[in-house]
Structure formats: C-alpha cells, structure tokens
C-alpha cells in the first residue's frame, strides 16, 4: 500500500507505474487509494500474494519464514533498490539536490522547527550533533527511506513485499541501512538489530553479496542516531 504524502499523490503514482521500466527494481508495490477524487487501484511489477505485515507477528514465527534467510533477502532487496542511480528520467519528478545526504535532511527539519509554533530544544540540540557530525556527500543511489519491519509483508515462505514508498528519494545508501537497524525498530526485539527479526550481520551479509561490495558498518552508526 502506498499513501500519498500531502500533495505528492499524482508524483507517487508517476514513481509506483514507472518501475516496471527500471533495471534493477524488483521489489513488489502495491498501490489503494484515493486520488484527486478518482478511486483507483492498480499494481506495480506484480501482486501482493498476503496481508501479513511483520510489526504484528514478531513473535509469530509461523510467518517469515527462516528469520536468518528473512534478514538475509530483506538486504538483498534493499540492494537492489540501491541498484537504481542517477539519472533516471521517469524518477525525474523526485527532487535532487547538491548538498550532502545528511545537511540537506537536517536543513528540512529545522526549518520544520523554525516555524513551529513550539520550541524543542532537544530536537535542536539533536540536529546539532548530527550537523556536527555530518558525513560528506558520497554515492546517491535511490531510498526507500522508511525500509524497516513494519514497512514490508511476509507470508509463511517468506518476504512478499516492499510498502510504503511515499518518502522515497535520492539518498545516502547508509541511510536506509541504518534506519532498518534502529534500535526505535525492533519492536521490543533489541537484540534482534536486524529490525527486530535478525541479526545485524546476516542483513549485511545479504546487501552485500547484492552490492558487491562491503557496508561501512562504523557510517551507518550514523544513520541510526
């Protein structure tokens, strides 16, 4: 399912239907909803075969599947994601920029906070630590930009599909890495780093063998904050 973000209906419908035309994309989409008015429905690359979504069944281990595999195919698809680079003309409406991956997302939020009626200085305290220790502009590739449990549907044999695509944009490849990793993710499963499911190394394991090569695993530390 894809819920389109405030005005950007008409632009993720456009990035959902022009998949099918992008070497390396092969994760599943699913897309329901209300546009401009119209009801319409319709698929991307191929049917959703469950509604299984993992955040509910963690504990459930008659859906997933082997979770070591699970972990292991989720970084594999994430690396197929990443797969996709710059430019691509029918992903042209997504915004692009100069500036690194992380200034610029920082920049976003504080002019959020700027204009919020509230102040926080917590969150201002945050965005300085991370402006601080900000990486430089390396590779941009295209991110899910949500990729954690929660965000992706699984039956008995395994993974289905990957949902929620209406944050997604040219990024960072740590960023998505990191953010499956967060400890906010796991569901109560801290042990579990791999997004609550597995281990933090079999989902590395995973996106590297996809990649070809190896994750900075100190970079994505990062990300994760």
Same mark, same amino acid.
């Given at each position: 399912?894809?819920?389109?973000?405030?005005?950007?209906?008409?632009?993720?419908?456009?990035?959902?239907?022009?998949?099918?035309?992008?070497?390396?994309?092969?994760?599943?989409?699913?897309?329901?909803?209300?546009?401009?008015?119209?009801?319409?429905?319709?698929?991307?690359?191929?049917?959703?075969?469950?509604?299984?979504?993992?955040?509910?069944?963690?504990?459930?281990?008659? /859906?997933?599947? %082997?979770?070591?595999? @699970?972990?292991?195919? *989720?970084?594999? !698809?994430? #690396?197929?994601?990443?797969?996709?680079?710059?430019?691509?003309?029918?992903?042209?409406?997504?915004?692009?920029?100069?500036?690194?991956?992380?200034?610029?997302?920082?920049?976003?939020?504080?002019?959020?906070?700027?204009?919020?009626?509230?102040?926080?200085?917590?969150?201002?305290?945050?965005?300085?630590?991370?402006?601080?220790?900000?990486?430089?502009?390396?590779?941009?590739?295209?991110?899910?930009?949500?990729?954690?449990?929660?965000? /992706?549907?699984? %039956?008995?044999?395994? @993974?289905?599909?990957? *949902?929620?695509? !209406?944050? #997604?944009?040219?990024?960072?490849?740590?960023?998505?890495?990191?953010?499956?990793?967060?400890?906010?993710?796991?569901?109560?499963?801290?042990?579990?780093?791999?997004?609550?499911?597995?281990?933090?190394?079999?989902?590395?394991?995973?996106?590297?063998?996809?990649?070809?090569?190896?994750?900075?695993?100190?970079?994505?530390?990062?990300?994760?904050?």
């Amino acid at each position: 399912y894809i819920g389109p973000s405030n005005t950007r209906g008409a632009r993720i419908k456009a990035y959902t239907a022009g998949f099918g035309d992008i070497k390396g994309f092969t994760a599943t989409v699913s897309y329901n909803h209300d546009l401009d008015g119209v009801d319409v429905h319709f698929e991307a690359v191929k049917a959703l075969v469950t509604k299984h979504k993992l955040d509910w069944n963690l504990k459930d281990m008659r /859906y997933g599947a %082997d979770r070591k595999e @699970l972990a292991q195919r *989720l970084g594999r !698809e994430l #690396a197929r994601i990443h797969s996709v680079r710059p430019p691509q003309t029918n992903l042209s409406f997504l915004p692009w920029y100069e500036e690194s991956p992380a200034k610029h997302l920082i920049g976003l939020h504080r002019q959020f906070l700027d204009a919020h009626h509230t102040p926080h200085p917590a969150l201002e305290w945050g965005l300085r630590w991370l402006e601080r220790h900000a990486p430089e502009r390396n590779e941009m590739v295209l991110s899910h930009r949500d990729f954690r449990t929660g965000n /992706y549907m699984v %039956d008995e044999q395994g @993974l289905t599909g990957i *949902l929620d695509w !209406e944050f #997604a944009g040219w990024s960072d490849p740590l960023e998505d890495i990191g953010w499956f990793c967060a400890r906010c993710w796991r569901f109560g499963k801290i042990e579990k780093e791999a997004g609550g499911i597995g281990e933090r190394e079999d989902f590395y394991a995973g996106y590297e063998a996809e990649a070809k090569k190896p994750i900075d695993r100190a970079a994505v530390r990062y990300w994760e904050v």
